[in-house]
T-cell receptor, first 113, second 110 residues
Framework: DSGVTQTPKHLITATGQRVTLRCSPRSGDLSVYWYQQSLDQGLQFLIQYYNGEERAKGNILERFSAQQFPDLHSELNLSSLELGDSALYFCASSVVARSDTQYFGPGTRLTVL | QKEVEQDPGPLSVPEGAIVSLNCTYSNSAFQYFMWYRQYSRKGPELLMY????GNKEDGRFTAQVDKSSKYISLFIRDSQPSDSATYLC??????????FGTGTSLTVIP
């Protein structure tokens, strides 16, 4: 158990809908990273927050947004969902902003029908 | 061309075999190299971490980095059925963004 928690574990929704994924980092970790994992693309970095501020952006679509709250939990919002958004979404956390050691949560499996 | 290339396998070996997993990369700025293990329906778990070139050993696991060839390897000695998982390589230039391989699926047969 990495200490990173993610909810929900599974999410099934329809195209065009909007969902919110939640992540709580390990105790003491200030940085949160979001990743998308699909079969053909592997693990893709989406976005990073450090202590409430956006720190780095990867291949995140404009339909997706994220934020980190004062209690350090983070939410990833996915809107106007498409079939291709079906994937595993992972959150990872680290103590500092630039870290080469990230601890991953169990993931949220999103299925868009 | 992808930043990181990894043979997806699947790889199937008998228990006790030595396993070799590899990744190649194109960005010469990468300095940090990681191997993650991911069991089915779980998040990736950090297995090995190496900075720059050289070897690092941890129990049955050895990570090798050859920066001149842009090639990294993970060796697993005396493989066990519990090693059956997907192994992901990851690398970073020291900034915030990690680049992952697509993963190699390994099955160790008892």
């Amino acid at each position: 158990d990495s200490g990173v928690t993610q909810t929900p574990k599974h999410l099934i929704t329809a195209t065009g809908q909007r969902v919110t994924l939640r992540c709580s980092p390990r105790s003491g970790d200030l940085s949160v990273y979001w990743y998308q994992q699909s079969l053909d693309q592997g693990l893709q970095f989406l976005i990073q927050y450090y202590n409430g501020e956006e720190r780095a952006k990867g291949n995140i679509l404009e339909r997706f947004s994220a934020q980190q709250f004062p209690d350090l939990h983070s939410e990833l919002n996915l809107s106007s969902l498409e079939l291709g958004d079906s994937a595993l979404y992972f959150c990872a956390s680290s103590v500092v902003a630039r870290s080469d050691t990230q601890y991953f949560g169990p993931g949220t499996r999103l299925t868009v029908l | 061309q992808k930043e990181v290339e990894q043979d997806p396998g699947p790889l199937s070996v008998p228990e006790g075999a030595i396993v070799s997993l590899n990744c190649t990369y194109s960005n010469s700025a990468f300095q940090y190299f990681m191997w993650y293990r991911q069991y089915s329906r779980k998040g990736p778990e950090l297995l090995m971490y190496t900075y720059s070139s050289g070897n690092k050993e941890d129990g049955r696991f050895t990570a090798q980095v050859d920066k001149s060839s842009k090639y990294i390897s993970l060796f697993i000695r005396d493989s066990q059925p519990s090693d059956s998982a997907t192994y992901l390589c990851a690398m970073s230039a020291g900034g915030n963004q990690f680049y992952f391989g697509t993963g190699t699926s390994l099955t160790v047969i008892p």
